[in-house]
């Protein structure tokens, strides 16, 4: 599969004239916890020829394509866009940078952009997001006996994401692993997502479940500590003219 991903993506550059930055998986196989049917979720930065840049109408600054009945869901934004993205502190852009699962990379690009993410992440932008997910699910999981076991870990996930956020001055990792680890969580818990993340590996995700009533209180939990807390967090420190080098840099470098 890796190998058609890669295939796909340079055939995608060729028929867009782009060039791409990086491409990584994201989603459930990135965060370590995919089931026997998840597809597979390729995002993209990618950048134009200069000429692209220099337009006075509005060209589309993203792309979105779906492959092999949609088992292979690409979605890409254009550099511009990107770097606008992490001056908001956007979350699934911050999580993106650290995929451990890349098919292209320029590995001098990512190396500055993650430096740059650095100065850029708002801890009490970042909180707003998670909070915002693990809310409207979590009040999807308790309208329900049985749930789907996808759903309950996106609500984990991003709950235990606002936890580490109010503990950690860092940007939360995205596998999920390296989150629930190195939180003060106790360790029949820690051992219980362990045991729900192997046996999720086995079933598809229309497997419905049911009970984990410790850790879905373990989430609200971090939802209430996440509301009490969340407008005493910091803003980000990063400055815009840093985000405009890196832009101009990377125009330059491929646009030839």
Not at 67 to 93: R, V
Not at 117 to 133: D, G, N, P, Q, V
Not at 167 to 177: G, L, R
Request: include cysteine; glycine fraction near 2%; aromatic fraction near 12%.
């Amino acid at each position: 599969m890796t190998n058609k991903i890669k295939y796909y993506l340079k055939k995608l550059e060729k028929e867009k004239n782009i060039k791409i930055l990086w491409a990584c998986e994201t989603g459930s196989r990135a965060w370590g916890f995919p089931s026997t049917d998840s597809d597979y979720d390729i995002r993209l930065i990618y950048v134009h020829k200069s000429n692209w840049y220099l337009s006075l109408n509005n060209p589309k600054d993203s792309l979105e394509l779906m492959l092999d009945n949609n088992e292979i869901d690409i979605t890409g934004w254009e550099l511009k866009k990107s770097l606008l993205l992490l001056n908001k502190s956007n979350a699934p852009l911050l999580e993106r940078i650290q995929s451990p699962m890349v098919y292209l990379a320029d590995y001098e690009f990512i190396k500055e952009f993650r430096t740059l993410s650095l100065h850029h992440y708002s801890r009490i932008t970042t909180i707003h997001h998670y909070l915002s997910i693990t809310k409207k699910f979590l009040e999807d999981l308790e309208s329900k006996e049985f749930y789907k076991l996808k759903a309950f870990f996106y609500t984990l996930r991003s709950a235990l994401v606002c936890k580490w956020i109010l503990e950690k001055e860092t940007a939360p990792p995205i596998v999920f692993s390296d989150i629930y680890l190195h939180l003060k969580i106790k360790k029949e818990l820690q051992s219980r997502i362990n045991e729900l993340i192997t046996f999720k590996a086995t079933v598809d995700e229309s497997y419905l479940h049911q009970g984990e009533d410790e850790l879905i209180n373990l989430i609200k939990q971090c939802v209430n500590d996440a509301e009490l807390n969340r407008e005493s967090l910091p803003a980000a420190s990063g400055k815009l003219n840093d985000l405009n080098n890196i832009f101009r840099k990377y125009i330059t470098k491929y646009d030839h």
